[in-house]
């Protein structure tokens, strides 16, 4: 899946926001880390909670952090991996162009078919809820900045 956004916050603002809640997230699996320490090839595990409320373990791998242009990361669980991307391009002071990409990988083969069965059934919904989610991202990103000037 992969959606195109023109966001109305730098690319700088908006990569500043991503490392911010990567950084929160490994700290609330109690990791002690410096946010300048956090760069390409660091992994942590997670806790996750599969839509049947099972709990499991979760490898968080940065495959990429490129600072404005690239984050990428891999969760890998029981079932597969996780592929999500953010690509930023400038297009003009405070606005830039945010391409998100996800997919996933599995080596069983009825995980990689229930998964695409399921993306041609919800893609549609699932679209609007992650492009919902990159403009609550532009909201807050618009409000901090508006609050510390």
Request: glycine share 4%; with cysteine; charged share 25%.
């Amino acid at each position: 899946m992969k959606i195109q956004l023109r966001l109305n916050v730098s690319g700088e603002d908006f990569f500043d926001y991503l490392v911010h809640a990567l950084f929160h997230d490994i700290r609330r699996n109690q990791i002690l880390l410096e946010k300048e320490n956090i760069q390409s090839g660091y992994e942590y595990k997670k806790e996750l909670v599969s839509q049947s409320g099972k709990k499991e373990q979760a490898l968080v791998r940065i495959t990429k952090l490129t600072r404005p242009v690239c984050y990428e990361v891999q969760i890998q669980t029981t079932t597969g991996i996780h592929m999500i991307s953010y690509g930023c391009s400038e297009t003009e002071q405070n606005q830039c162009w945010v391409t998100y990409t996800e997919e996933y990988q599995s080596d069983q083969r009825l995980n990689q078919w229930n998964t695409t069965l399921m993306g041609l059934l919800f893609q549609r919904s699932h679209k609007k809820k992650m492009k919902r989610m990159l403009l609550a991202m532009e909201k807050h990103i618009v409000s901090e900045r508006s609050q510390n000037q």
